[in-house]
Nanobody, 121 residues
Framework: QVQLVESGGGLVQIGGSLRLSCAASGSIFTINDMAWYRQAPGKQRELVATVSKYGGTHYANSVKGRFTISRDNAKNTVYLQMNSLEPGDTAVYYC???????????????WGEGTLVTVYS
């Protein structure tokens, strides 16, 4: 069973920075795409950023220029560097892995349990 474990959330002032990490554990051969989603109170979950195993990235317009997604394929880990944080970035951030291939997985999708980011003034 593959598990995604996020870390790095917390409280940060407006304009501050945080770095989220998400490590995938289990018998994994490769992961095609990894991403971060977020869900603010009373809102639907939305895509923040994605990164392919070849390094191609995509960002939501609301975070372009402020957030950077990256991954370490050898560690099956994805990161989200968040700068110039705004109150609107307050949400639970979820790690997502798609196209997971391993000893017991063939193209599976997994979600992490989420980590809370709170931006305050």
């Amino acid at each position: 069973q593959v598990q995604l474990v996020e870390s790095g959330g917390g409280l940060v002032q407006i304009g501050g920075s945080l770095r989220l990490s998400c490590a995938a554990s289990g018998s994994i051969f490769t992961i095609n795409d990894m991403a971060w989603y977020r869900q603010a109170p009373g809102k639907q979950r939305e895509l923040v950023a994605t990164v392919s195993k070849y390094g191609g990235t995509h960002y939501a317009n609301s975070v372009k220029g402020r957030f950077t997604i990256s991954r370490d394929n050898a560690k099956n880990t994805v990161y989200l560097q968040m700068n110039s944080l705004e109150p609107g970035d307050t949400a639970v951030y979820y790690c997502y892995a798609d196209g997971v291939y391993g000893a017991r997985d063939y193209g599976m999708t997994y979600w992490g349990e989420g980590t809370l980011v709170t931006v305050y003034s």
